[in-house]
């Protein structure tokens, strides 16, 4: 990235952090709207602090967004395409998903080729530089790639900023696996996922709630557990997740049952595609004993196939597989390992 365009994100990014309060947002699982139902968006001309606020933060992630993609193409493009894509959602809404296909730029007509899908992570995050190294390798070693920007992340105004945890953003993902899969140019036989936090929990419940969809996973630092995510996280934190209508405003104390739901922790012995999970100690977002630990003994206890592996302290802690490390390049050359073996580019 030139020094003018890393200045211009830098200076989005601190505008984002200030202005990144919205109003809780009152999501559920979308139901098909009665006719004659009305989208209801942010108040453009109001004269209250609140919607300029809120208003401001999407468009500020709007041209984050654009940035993004430029960045990607002056960085990739001899050898990389990009394409900006709008996907049908598989829920009743029938709302409309963004995501990128990545390919390379000269494709032999007729070939099918390997397919992977990467889930980001994080709480209303989007495609970031962080991931170009990752989709540059996987193009690099015969895939293509889907990056779904499921319900939840931002860059893409506020229908999709809206959040839903285990619901809408698990949703959308498996939609874009099955666009992806019905591309003339890919093998859906050969399609694998990769997430990492956020995305690794969306990762596992894709494999549980589509056992027969994807011939291999990566999963990195997944949250496995949003019950006991929830009871280490701060109180805003909590409320936040509380407010969406999957949990009904309530937190684990007065629903569990809607956390359990979600969390693929409980729900291991769906999995029927080979998995490796990577994980670090010292991770202070998703602590590997309440999470992968606890994935990794029931895939061992189910007779799943699996593989496993713990870093030491890595650099960067829950962002370790993103450090130019040790540990960060092998995370990678594990992962291409692992998929290699099972797909076949």
């Known amino acids: ?21 919205l109003p809780a ?20 001309n109001s004269k209250d602090v609140g ?10 992630f709007l041209l984050k967004t654009e940035l993004i993609v430029s960045n990607f193409r002056q960085e990739y493009s001899d050898r990389i395409r990009l394409q900006r894509v709008t996907f ?3 829920t009743a809404d029938k709302e ?3 995501g990128y296909i990545f390919t390379p730029t000269k494709m032999t007509p007729g070939k099918k080729h390997a397919a ?65 899969a019905g591309k003339d140019f890919v093998d859906p036989a050969r399609l694998g996922i990769f997430g990492h936090s956020r995305g690794g929990m969306i990762t596992l419940r894709s494999l549980q709630v589509e056992p027969k969809r994807f011939a291999a996973a990566v999963q990195v630092a997944g949250l496995s557990d949003i ?36 969390s693929p922790a409980f729900h291991v012995e769906k999995i029927q595609s080979p998995v490796l999970l990577l994980s670090t100690t010292g991770d202070k977002t998703v602590p590997y004993q309440l999470h992968n630990k ?26 370790f597989l993103f450090v130019d490390s040790p540990e960060g390049r092998d995370s990678m050359k594990r992962t291409f390992d692992w998929f290699e073996k099972h797909l076949k580019p």
Request: charged share 20%; glycine share 8%; with cysteine.
């Open 96 to 98: 409309a998903i963004p």
């Open 116 to 180: 992977l899908v990467m889930v980001h992570g994080g709480n209303h995050i989007q495609l970031t530089a962080e991931w170009f190294p990752w989709i540059a390798a996987a193009i690099e070693r015969g895939y293509v790639v889907m990056y779904p920007e499921y319900r939840g992340s931002s860059g893409h105004d506020e229908t999709i900023y809206e959040n839903n945890y285990g619901v809408t953003d698990l949703a959308d993902t498996l939609a874009s696996a099955a666009y992806l």
């Open 88 to 90: 049908p959602a598989n």
């Open 294 to 319: 606890r994935v990794a003994e029931a895939l061992k206890a189910h007779g799943k196939t699996y593989a496993e592996h713990l870093y030491d302290n890595a650099p960067g802690g829950h962002e």
């Open 227 to 262: 019950v006991a995510f929830m009871g280490y996280k701060s109180e805003a934190r909590r409320q936040d997740i509380a407010a969406q209508k999957n949990f009904g405003g309530k937190l684990p104390d007065k629903n569990l049952p809607a956390y359990i739901a979600i």
């Open 1 to 21: 990235m030139n020094t003018p365009n890393r200045i211009r994100l830098r200076t989005i990014v601190t505008i984002a952090c200030a202005c990144a309060w």
């Open 51 to 60: 919607p300029q606020v809120a208003r401001l933060t999407q468009e500020v």
């Open 25 to 44: 947002q009152d999501t559920t699982a979308p139901k098909a709207p009665a006719e004659g139902t009305l989208t209801q968006f942010l108040d453009r």
